[in-house]
T-cell receptor
Framework: GAVVSQHPSWVICKSGTSVKIECRSLDFQATTMFWYRQFPKQSLMLMATSNEGSKATYEQGVEKDKFLINHASLTLSTLTVTSAHPEDSSFYIC?????????????FGEGSWLTVV | GNSVTQMEGPVTLSEEAFLTINCTYTATGYPSLFWYVQYPGEGLQLLLKATKADDKGSNKGFEATYRKETTSFHLEKGSVQVSDSAVYFCASNTGGFKTIFGAGTRLFVKA
């Protein structure tokens, strides 16, 4: 149980376009989801906390107009990278707060590789 | 503030060697503690967890014991395999779902 799935796994987009990444909790409801960015050989950088039905809370230094987060249902959060530039190329990972039975455990998606050309 | 510190890598071991990756935490209150593993090109997977002092989390031959007196949660495995090569993240959570991660320790296991 507690499976989180991200889509797409890989995406290449042209500079200036927008790209959407989906994060779904497949077998549980997640009121809270998190979005991270990971640079090569580095730890996770928390970008924002997404709460179902309310606005996301962004970490300091993360542009909320560039990284749009929507958490419209208890099983889906989306991250849209708007007007993407090559420096936005990265590995993006989501996680979801698990079911009640898991305590405070968060479960991760598989990650999404974004390349902006 | 709350933080997690884990040993720097990379750690390079031969197959069947004993593994220890140190992790210490600072927290107000009593956090839940976790180890996550990240295989190349993938997201993180929960490896094991412990929610209170003296609890031992275990999975796939890995173990870690929640030591309140030393504020530690060291990861151990008696005999590593090449397939264990990955990055290991120690993490703590003091309430809600907001989780603090260590910097990660890269493990290479040679055949």
């Amino acid at each position: 149980g507690a499976v989180v799935s991200q889509h797409p796994s890989w995406v290449i987009c042209k500079s200036g376009t927008s790209v959407k990444i989906e994060c779904r909790s497949l077998d549980f409801q997640a009121t809270t989801m998190f979005w991270y960015r990971q640079f090569p050989k580095q730890s996770l950088m928390l970008m924002a906390t997404s709460n179902e039905g309310s606005k996301a809370t962004y970490e300091q230094g993360v542009e909320k107009d560039k990284f749009l987060i929507n958490h419209a249902s208890l099983t889906l959060s989306t991250l849209t990278v708007t007007s993407a530039h090559p420096e936005d190329s990265s590995f993006y990972i989501c996680s979801a707060g698990g079911p009640r039975s898991s305590g405070n455990t968060i479960y991760f998606g598989e990650g999404s590789w974004l390349t902006v050309v | 503030g709350n933080s997690v510190t884990q040993m720097e890598g990379p750690v390079t071991l031969s197959e069947e060697a004993f593994l220890t990756i140190n992790c210490t935490y600072t927290a107000t209150g009593y956090p839940s503690l976790f180890w996550y593993v990240q295989y190349p090109g993938e997201g993180l997977q929960l490896l094991l967890k412990a929610t209170k002092a003296d609890d031992k989390g275990s999975n796939k031959g890995f173990e870690a014991t929640y030591r309140k007196e030393t504020t530690s949660f060291h990861l151990e495995k008696g005999s590593v395999q090449v397939s264990d090569s990955a990055v290991y993240f120690c993490a703590s959570n003091t309430g809600g779902f907001k989780t603090i991660f260590g910097a990660g320790t890269r493990l290479f296991v040679k055949a």
